[in-house]
């Protein structure tokens, strides 16, 4: 088994308080979080939204550069950007979406491959698999020349 971690200071209240993150490799030491941040203010701080599309999209990718691998044809770029939506429904806010927009460039491959092997990705990715059935996730793969 493997476990990453990760930990969040916070001060203050909700509504005036922040929050400072650490992580095990310290790569995330430091990321300020704050509610004006979450509800969609610029600043330079992170939210939760933002880590699970970061975490989303870079667990897809590799999903998808090993099913290409697998099929012997790796990719030569993949690059993913993910879209994590949070709305109100029913009266209380919820991550509702995911999605994720590929484009790749893989030699020897047509667009109705890479969208199949992105639709296999998307069903491999762990992150994929810890959100699906609570949120929705779609993969828009592109090929590019």
Same mark, same amino acid.
């Given at each position: 088994?493997?476990? %990453?971690?990760?930990?969040?200071?916070?001060?203050? +209240?909700?509504?005036r308080g922040r929050g400072?993150?650490?992580?095990?490799?310290?790569?995330? /030491?430091? %990321?300020?979080? /704050?509610? $004006?941040?979450?509800?969609?203010?610029?600043?330079?701080?992170?939210?939760?939204?933002?880590?699970?599309?970061?975490?989303?999209?870079?667990?897809?990718?590799?999903?998808?550069?090993?099913?290409?691998?697998?099929?012997?044809?790796? $990719?030569?770029?993949?690059?993913?950007?993910? &879209?994590?939506?949070? *709305? *109100?429904?029913?009266? %209380?806010?919820?991550?509702? +979406?995911? &999605?994720?927009?590929?484009?790749?460039? &893989?030699?020897?491959? /047509?667009?109705?491959?890479?969208?199949?092997?992105? @639709? @296999?990705?998307?069903?491999?990715? $762990?992150?994929?698999?810890?959100? @699906?059935?609570? &949120?929705?996730?779609?993969?828009?793969p592109t090929l590019v020349?």
């Amino acid at each position: 088994m493997i476990e %990453q971690r990760a930990a969040v200071r916070w001060e203050g +209240s909700i509504a005036r308080g922040r929050g400072e993150l650490r992580s095990g490799s310290g790569a995330l /030491d430091g %990321q300020v979080v /704050d509610l $004006p941040s979450r509800m969609g203010e610029e600043g330079g701080k992170t939210t939760p939204e933002e880590m699970i599309a970061a975490a989303h999209a870079t667990c897809f990718t590799m999903a998808l550069g090993s099913t290409l691998a697998r099929e012997r044809t790796p $990719p030569e770029a993949l690059d993913c950007e993910a &879209v994590c939506s949070l *709305d *109100d429904t029913e009266g %209380q806010r919820r991550i509702v +979406s995911v &999605v994720l927009h590929v484009r790749g460039r &893989v030699p020897h491959v /047509d667009a109705e491959a890479f969208e199949r092997a992105a @639709r @296999r990705a998307e069903e491999l990715c $762990p992150v994929s698999k810890a959100l @699906r059935g609570n &949120v929705e996730i779609v993969a828009k793969p592109t090929l590019v020349a």
